[in-house]
């Protein structure tokens, strides 16, 4: 599923136009992003939780030419699963 997919079964769901559906789905995402930016954790029950991880710089290797490369240290946003989700999808 992506995003348009949600979209549209948000719209079929709750009977609302297309637009509306989408103006829903980004307001979501956008609460999302904005918190995990403040460096917020995001947890909806029985699914999982977003929080953001610092990784350290290290020294990769470009595997064209295998050169060795600095890479600076970043933030990313990690998914923990939940126990519900992970019932769910090991019970199909």
């Not at 997919?5 to 009977?15: G, H, P, V």
């Not at 029950?45 to 020294?59: A, D, E, L, N, Q």
């Not at 050169?67 to 019970?91: I, M, T």
């Amino acid at each position: 599923m992506n995003k348009s997919d949600l979209i549209n079964a948000l719209s079929t769901k709750e009977n609302l136009t297309h637009k509306n559906a989408s103006e829903i789905i980004n307001l979501v995402f956008d609460g999302f992003t904005h918190t995990l930016m403040e460096g917020g954790r995001i947890e909806l029950r029985g699914f999982g939780s977003f929080t953001v991880r610092k990784y350290g710089g290290y020294t990769g290797k470009n595997p064209k030419t295998l050169e060795k490369v600095q890479v600076g240290a970043k933030k990313l946003p990690f998914f923990k699963v939940g126990k519900e989700l992970k019932k769910r999808v090991n019970d199909l």
